[in-house]
């Protein structure tokens, strides 16, 4: 009759961890159709500037949420969506926008590509706030100075993670003499 039960017991981990193995897979596959979409969203907004794809995928490599995401702030707000949106910024699109808040949170929160190009424009705006791509960096996380290089400082090391040592490098155009026979 033991020997009966941990037979049992094995087969019911083993179709447990089988359920457990399966699951796991199905999240997986969805976080990389996730990733997939917010890539795309991405590569829109960016508008085919590569320095703005790339500073699109630092602050998204920061701030790691999802579609969906909605994460409480000590202070009562939520950030939103993949690229963590806080909820401050709400009132603003919908002034801006003319779309009542509900929407815009809805948006903000399930709408990949609002989320980024909401993303892209707090950046843009902050760039041109302050003509200082680094301070634009911060200013998307925080007012306070020592937050916003805190801040930068990590989004700089999440670039070079994601594009390499180089990707601060300027891009070197290399000019080759026609020669020309006589």
């Known amino acids: 009759m033991i020997a009966r039960f941990r037979t049992l017991g094995a087969v019911a981990a083993l179709v447990t961890s089988t359920a457990a193995g399966a699951e796991k897979s199905q999240m997986s596959k969805h976080r990389a159709a996730q990733e997939q979409l917010i890539g795309q969203c991405i590569k829109a907004a960016s508008g085919h500037h590569g320095w703005l794809e790339k500073t699109l995928w630092g602050l998204r490599d920061q701030e790691g949420g999802w579609i969906g995401a909605k994460i409480a702030n000590r202070d009562g707000s939520h950030d939103l969506g993949p690229l963590q949106i806080n909820s401050w910024w709400i009132s603003k699109f919908a002034?801006?926008?003319?779309?009542?808040?509900?929407?815009?949170?809805?948006?903000?929160?399930?709408?990949?590509?609002?989320?980024?190009?909401?993303?892209?424009?707090?950046?843009?705006?902050?760039?041109?706030?302050?003509?200082d791509?680094?301070?634009?960096?911060?200013?998307?996380?925080?007012?306070?100075?020592?937050?916003?290089?805190?801040?930068a400082l990590?989004?700089?090391?999440?670039?070079?993670?994601?594009?390499?040592?180089?990707?601060?490098?300027?891009?070197?155009?290399?000019r080759i003499k026609e020669r020309t026979e006589l």
């Open 154 to 174: 990590s989004v700089a090391a999440r670039l070079r993670k994601r594009f390499g040592l180089d990707v601060f490098k300027p891009r070197q155009t290399i």
């Open 133 to 151: 791509y680094w301070k634009a960096v911060g200013t998307y996380h925080s007012p306070t100075a020592w937050r916003q290089r805190r801040y």
């Open 95 to 131: 002034a801006a926008t003319g779309k009542p808040a509900p929407s815009i949170r809805w948006w903000l929160t399930h709408d990949a590509c609002f989320n980024v190009s909401a993303a892209r424009w707090i950046f843009l705006s902050g760039l041109a706030l302050t003509s």
